[in-house]
């Protein structure tokens, strides 16, 4: 079978779409052949060496996907039944082997391509708005990156829950697409962006933030008002500051973190969750947008694509 590899770590240069051997499923098994492959910055990651990473070289990338099953060592799937999996290695790849109690079953009215592209990325805001900080009605919610995958889709939920957000962007050409996911105010992330914040809620700062950038930490503490929440669960701008606990003591501020993986770990967890955020979906509460779509053999220019932080839609490899 054909996958997308490599053997060293670097950039998208060490890409190399080759023939491995396909794998061989074990008891509690079900081998998919893959129809679409969600691309996340955790790949880049991976392939730059600072993120975890399992197997040997050459590595393949890639957690999340949807396919047909071909093979079965399960009662829990059979043959031609449609799937997809937010947290299983390897998705890089013609045929995935995936353990039953990852396998999330999908019906005829979610595309492939629609639950390729929405798992990570929507389960990641579920868990956010549910669990890390219950957001509610009249909250006032601060999102950074909220032009990206999960922030938009962070977005929809928490006005669907009845709340105010405040949606942050480095690039100014994305302030639409904050506004086209309902939010009340679209801010460019800049010098002045607390000033502005503050400005917003008459200084009383925010009931919570959600900090997917890890550099702005401190500053997402300066706009969160006494006995509000900081959540913490991304660096895509750098490792945030030490936090001083004297400072959460002395202002009743709660900081926590946030790691899909720890919400996603039983069958059970997987299926319920999945089945709320579909439902979502499916009644129109939440919109996603159509992903950009590249061959797998295109896998050096899907990465640069998403590098660039030229894409405002999920991207898909397909086999």
Not at 97 to 118: G, K, M, R, T, Y
Not at 184 to 200: G, K, P
Request: proline residues 3%.
């Amino acid at each position: 079978m054909k996958a997308l590899t490599f053997s060293k770590f670097g950039t998208s240069d060490v890409l190399e779409y080759i023939d491995i051997e396909k794998p061989k499923i074990s008891a509690q098994e079900v081998l998919v052949k893959m129809e679409a492959i969600g691309l996340n910055y955790a790949d880049i990651y991976r392939r730059k060496g600072n993120y975890h990473l399992k197997g040997n070289p050459p590595f393949i990338a890639g957690y999340e996907g949807a396919g047909i099953v071909v093979e079965s060592n399960s009662t829990m799937a059979k043959a031609g039944d449609r799937i997809a999996f937010a947290d299983v290695p390897f998705a890089n790849a013609e045929f995935v082997s995936v353990p039953e109690e990852h396998i999330i079953p999908i019906h005829e009215n979610i595309s492939f391509d629609l639950a390729a592209s929405v798992l990570l990325q929507g389960l990641t805001a579920q868990y956010l708005s549910e669990d890390s900080f219950k957001v509610k009605k009249n909250d006032v919610v601060l999102i950074h990156a909220a032009a990206g995958g999960v922030g938009q889709i962070l977005t929809q939920i928490c006005k669907m829950k009845g709340a105010e957000v405040i949606g942050l962007t480095r690039d100014e050409s994305k302030l639409q697409i904050i506004k086209n996911n309902k939010a009340d105010f679209a801010l460019q992330l800049h010098s002045n962006w607390t000033q502005n914040v503050m400005e917003i809620t008459n200084g009383k700062g925010v009931d919570v933030v959600f900090d997917s950038v890890g550099s702005t930490l401190m500053q997402s503490f300066e706009v969160t008002k006494e006995c509000g929440t900081v959540v913490f669960y991304g660096m895509s701008g750098g490792d945030p500051a030490l936090i001083n606990p004297r400072m959460l003591m002395d202002t009743s501020k709660t900081l926590t973190g946030g790691d899909l993986w720890s919400y996603i770990n039983s069958h059970q967890e997987r299926i319920k969750r999945s089945k709320q955020l579909f439902d979502w979906i499916t009644a129109g509460k939440i919109i996603i947008q159509e992903p950009i779509k590249f061959k797998l053999s295109e896998g050096k220019k899907a990465h640069d694509y998403l590098e660039s932080g030229k894409s405002s839609s999920k991207v898909l490899l397909i086999p």
